[in-house]
């Protein structure tokens, strides 16, 4: 399976170094952000209590047009409609 190496994008790298917040909005919401963090709380190497973070900042346009087609269940109209067309 191959990985996917995250694409990292620096903004601002113009010749003129003005960043506006409305400029760091609209980059957000066009490409998308992912934050990740973990926590783990350890007392004489027992861990007691962690803690696990995902978030997805991203316009609801650019989640669609990145996320998957779902796959159609087997057995449904659409999936035989599907396979005979490719016969």
Not at 41 to 57: K, P, R
Request: charge should be negative; avoid cysteine; charged fraction near 20%.
């Amino acid at each position: 399976m191959a990985t996917h190496t995250p694409e990292i994008v620096l903004i601002g790298n113009e010749e003129s170094a003005d960043l506006t917040l409305l400029d760091l909005i609209d980059h957000v919401l066009n490409t998308g952000v992912i934050i990740r963090g973990n926590l783990v709380l350890t007392l004489a190497g027992v861990d007691l209590v962690y803690l696990g973070l995902d978030l997805i900042v991203s316009s609801v346009e650019t989640a669609l047009r990145h996320m998957a087609k779902p796959a159609l269940p087997a057995g449904s109209a659409d999936a035989s409609r599907s396979a005979k067309k490719g016969r």
